[in-house]
């Protein structure tokens, strides 16, 4: 029962996010505080757990694991719901609108994407549904596209906009991998409408009805809420965006993939991922952080992912990491020297003959 409750402190953060926007005047940066300075503290005061699930067949094929994350959508549009309807029923400071801002955006990046995610991976058409749902209310509907079928497939190599390269700031992978990946969904779904001969104004073409969805929503909010709420709406979904680019950033940082003469690289091994086997993050992300796993088999499902012994591991947390990449020449000092040897080589060219 506690292998299985466990994950529900990941609900945590929109708890204190609904705090925080409820309560502004006493807690509106409770979330940022909670999310950045409570969580990578006691993370950095704890030891990592490279332990796995006991009985992990059985728990592969729990169902309670699936509710909880299936439980996201309500908390995400309940969240960003209750946030839209104070901003736009009530007056509040321009401080307090940031600290409710930034919570309503925390919780679009840690449930609406990081859920969509895991679920995003499943074959069940409700879990696909939900997933996309996720990703719509936080106006990154295209991940959906991009991380199956690009991101999973050119991990740790040129081709992926989302895997940062040794020496690259995160200001700029962040430029490259918010225009680059929304560029290859494009990509993936023409590609996908061209070889099953559908129109590109179909219902098949899923990256045009993200854009429509998308656009709709933000008109409902700016015509019902009025357009200073859609602003804020927009900008809660930009920091949720960039959670997400920069948990990215930490995950392949200069972690690149071998690439032999005839221009093909090496299947995706654990060695391409940056791994954190911290107690409570892991928890709190879904296991998230113990990504190598995720790349080797992408099927898996999180409550199952598994600590190896060559996958590279970070010096902290997530949350941590994610506050020290914000410093360039911080997070240089202390990555570049563990960046593994088998990265060292790839010749940063693109291959001709790989599409």
């Not at 400071?93 to 995610?117: E, F, K, P």
């Not at 020496?167 to 070889?195: D, E, N």
């Not at 979904?237 to 960039?242: A, E």
């Amino acid at each position: 029962m506690i292998d299985r409750l466990k994950y529900l402190c990941g609900f945590s953060i929109p708890l204190v996010a609904i705090a925080s926007i409820a309560f502004p005047v006493q807690f509106a940066f409770g979330a940022l505080i909670y999310a950045f300075g409570i969580i990578p503290l006691i993370e950095l005061l704890s030891k990592p757990d490279a332990s796995k699930i006991y009985n992990a067949e059985n728990a592969a094929s729990d169902r309670v694991y699936d509710m909880m994350l299936l439980l996201g959508l309500p908390v995400q549009l309940f969240t960003l719901g209750f946030f839209l309807y104070q901003i736009s029923s009530f007056e509040f400071s321009t401080l307090q609108l940031i600290g409710m801002t930034s919570a309503a955006g925390i919780v679009c990046g840690v449930i609406g994407i990081n859920i969509a995610h895991e679920l995003g991976h499943r074959s069940g058409k409700l879990e696909q549904f939900v997933a996309q749902c996720l990703l719509l209310s936080t106006q990154y509907a295209h991940f959906f596209v991009e991380h199956n079928h690009g991101h999973h497939r050119y991990v740790a190599t040129p081709l992926d906009p989302a895997t940062a390269r040794k020496g690259q700031s995160l200001y700029a992978f962040w430029i490259q991998s918010l225009f680059g990946s929304y560029r290859s969904a494009w990509k993936i779904q023409l590609h996908s409408l061209k070889k099953k001969g559908n129109s590109f104004f179909s219902m098949h073409n899923n990256m045009l009805l993200y854009l429509v969805i998308q656009l709709a929503v933000i008109g409902a909010i700016g015509i019902f809420m009025g357009w200073f709420s859609a602003a804020l709406y927009l900008a809660a979904s930009f920091i949720g965006i960039i959670l997400l680019e920069t948990i990215n950033y930490i995950e392949h940082y200069g972690l690149l993939r071998k690439q032999n003469a005839s221009g093909n690289f090496e299947r995706v091994v654990h060695g391409h991922s940056w791994n954190a086997d911290y107690p409570l993050g892991r928890m709190m992300l879904f296991e998230l952080t113990r990504h190598s796993d995720h790349h080797y088999k992408a099927s898996k499902k999180y409550q199952v992912l598994e600590s190896y012994t060559d996958a590279p591991q970070l010096p902290a947390g997530y949350p941590a990491m994610m506050l020290l990449s914000l410093i360039p020449p911080l997070w240089f000092a202390v990555m570049d020297a563990r960046i593994s040897a088998n990265g060292e080589g790839l010749s940063q060219r693109l291959p001709h003959n790989i599409a």
